[in-house]
């Protein structure tokens, strides 16, 4: 037996009872049942009281300090004598919860045991114990526990086996740690988009923003949907800032002492048409040029043409022409040098001038 509670001692599983307490104070009754070498009668009963110290970084989950008195005078068996019994220990504690409502521990330690009356070989001395027992919640967190322990006398091996029960009490709470609160992200300008994350910080209450927190510019003429009197501007066109268009470069070009439109530009003049048809509080000049092939009164009359040929495309597209003006500059305006043939195509253009 003492092999087998040695064995459970060393080779059970590393399950951790974590304690909420610090310590334990356990009142204790016990039946004592000593070898019959020992003169003692066959049971006597002990009281006493418990200490345990609940541990939290150990293989064992207490250490138990405590003593054990017989309650009353315990007769010697072959002579007209008796002696009181007390014992004082230290055991090493180890439970294993098998659910919420119930645990089994072992123990293993040592202690003294002292006679009020030394006779028949039974001396004050150190002893040795191992156990085990059972604990179950009987009141909030308060506890039976009941154990058989095995005291082995160090002098002369004799034996006594102790059947204890007892009311384990803890005490001195520990003080859980204060939860870590992860503090959520900061969103300053409460966008919906956190800081981390913005690339547009101080964001006007309400407006609507994108994945960066910047606000929107469906058109991207750089004024933001919010102030944008002006939406789905042209790519490329100047733009006040309230988002409408000051200069737009159709980017039509003409052929030399030629007035007529590709077709070309005709994707570009559908996207002014529609431009001018969605903010119709707008109204346009077109200007056109030329290069300076040919005589300026020639050219001048030649740009006036382009005008007037743009005008007659953007009335083809349902555009009201009362907010057109038509101006030819000719060759007067070069926006490159006519020097070069490269040149002189970039200044055989129209461009449109908005208003509102």
């Known amino acids: 037996m003492k092999k087998i509670l040695l064995s459970s001692v060393v080779c ?15 009142p204790m009754f016990s039946t004592a049942f000593p070898e019959h070498n020992t003169d003692l009668p066959d049971a006597y009963a002990n009281a006493g009281l418990a200490l345990g110290f609940n541990q939290t970084d150990s293989f064992f989950d207490q250490i138990e300090l405590g003593f054990l008195r017989s309650i009353e005078d315990v007769e010697y068996q072959n002579a007209f004598r008796d002696t009181g019994v007390t014992r004082v220990f230290t055991n090493f504690i180890k439970e294993y919860d098998l659910s919420s409502s119930f645990s089994l521990y072992t123990l293993v330690g040592a202690g003294v045991e002292i006679f009020d009356d030394e006779f028949a070989g039974n001396e004050d001395g150190l002893f040795g ?28 091996g004799d034996n006594t086996l102790l059947y204890t029960v007892g009311l384990a009490i803890p005490f001195g709470k520990i003080a859980k740690p204060a939860p870590v609160v992860t503090p959520a992200p900061l969103d300053s300008d409460n966008d919906g988009v956190i800081d981390a994350k913005d690339k547009c910080p101080n964001t006007v209450a309400g407006a609507t923003v994108d994945a960066n927190g910047c606000e929107l510019d469906d058109d991207k003429d750089g004024v933001v949907n919010r102030l944008d009197k002006c939406p789905n501007t042209i790519a490329g066109a100047k733009v006040d800032n309230t988002g409408c268009m000051t200069l737009v470069n159709l980017n039509i070009n003409f052929d030399t002492d030629s007035a007529k439109i590709k077709p070309s530009y005709d994707s570009k003049l559908e996207a002014f048409a529609t431009m001018m048809k969605t903010n119709t509080m707008l109204k346009a000049t077109i200007e056109a040029h030329t290069d300076s092939v040919g005589s300026a009164k020639y050219n001048q009359k030649l740009s006036e043409k382009r005008a007037a040929s743009t005008i007659e495309a953007l009335k083809a ?14 060759e007067t305006k070069p926006v490159a040098s006519n020097m070069t043939k490269e040149g002189r195509a970039e200044n055989r253009r129209v461009t449109a001038v908005i208003n509102k």
């Open 129 to 156: 114990n191992y156990g085990f027992g059972v604990k179950l919640p009987v009141y909030n967190d308060i506890s039976f526990k009941a154990d058989l322990r095995h005291l082995i006398e160090t002098d002369h």
């Open 317 to 330: 597209l349902n555009v009201d022409t009362s907010r057109l003006n038509a101006v030819g500059y000719g």
């Open 12 to 26: 059970a599983s590393m399950m951790f009872a974590a304690s909420d307490y610090k310590y334990e104070i356990t």
